[in-house]
């Protein structure tokens, strides 16, 4: 199957896209779920529904390597600590894109909506962890493994809410605060992204021009995000949180109970 590489998309109905995806990836770099915005853009240019998930992958590397980048160097995320964790997320990954087109994930877009929601209602009563007790703390490394393939897996095969989910599942697993949860979950996404593109790219799924003028304004959004998040620690991110997965808990619910596009 050919490469995708041009597609007939105006200056103006690109400009927007870029927009979009700037937006995507300052909320996708503090809380996940960018992907929220960057898939129904992709949709609306007219992009085919197995290229949009390609060329989104290919914004989402963009903007979880720079995210994840900025967490690692300002020493809130140490990758020797997390080797199970980013192993388990790479075979999930690509497990899940290769099944991607012959694994009916419709009990999983109907369950999504209620799992989101419950990590939302998670951080909106649940304590916020103290930064020094769990900076200190050690980690406990058998848990990455399912942690790693489970959502590893989901983001191979769909994708939305996966920064969200692991932020969110490491505040549950871990010692961790707001702020680290966050660097893990950039760092793991950034991982299951590049693995599911790699997958993409072989079956020609993606639209080159389009992806990469989307994923360096995805980029731009991020770096700025993630030095954003990390200023504002927990009391920034944790309201911005609530409000991502309420809007993708409601996305998904109007999408996927109601059949609405």
Not at 37 to 54: E, R, Y
Not at 95 to 103: P, Q, T, Y
Not at 148 to 173: E, K
Request: hydrophobic share 55%.
């Amino acid at each position: 199957m050919p490469f995708p590489l041009e597609l007939a998309v105006d200056p103006v109905t690109l400009a927007v896209l870029a927009a979009v995806a700037f937006l995507a990836g300052f909320i996708d770099a503090i809380a996940g779920g960018g992907g929220l915005l960057t898939i129904p853009a992709l949709l609306t240019a007219g992009l085919p529904p197995h290229l949009v998930l390609g060329t989104n992958k290919l914004c989402a590397t963009f903007g979880s390597g720079i995210a994840s980048f900025t967490f690692y160097r300002r020493r809130l995320f140490d990758p020797r600590q997390w080797r199970n964790a980013l192993l388990a997320t790479a075979i999930g990954a690509a497990l899940g894109a290769v099944l991607a087109h012959w694994l009916p994930a419709e009990w999983l877009n109907q369950m999504l909506p209620v799992v989101v929601f419950g990590c939302g209602l998670y951080l909106l009563f649940g304590r916020t962890p103290d930064t020094v007790q769990a900076s200190d703390a050690p980690i406990a490394r058998g848990r990455q493994w399912p942690q790693g393939l489970g959502l590893g897996f989901y983001d191979g095969v769909a994708g939305p809410g996966t920064g969200a989910f692991w932020t969110v599942s490491s505040l549950l697993l871990y010692p961790l605060d707001l702020v680290r949860a966050s660097g893990v979950a950039r760092s793991m996404n950034f991982v299951s992204n590049a693995v599911a593109l790699g997958v993409f790219i072989v079956g020609g799924q993606v639209a080159w021009l389009l992806g990469i003028a989307m994923g360096l304004a995805l980029m731009a959004g991020a770096f700025l995000g993630a030095r954003t998040a990390i200023k504002g620690g927990a009391k920034f991110i944790r309201p911005v949180f609530i409000l991502v997965v309420l809007a993708l808990t409601a996305r998904l619910a109007w999408q996927h109970w109601f059949g609405a596009a």
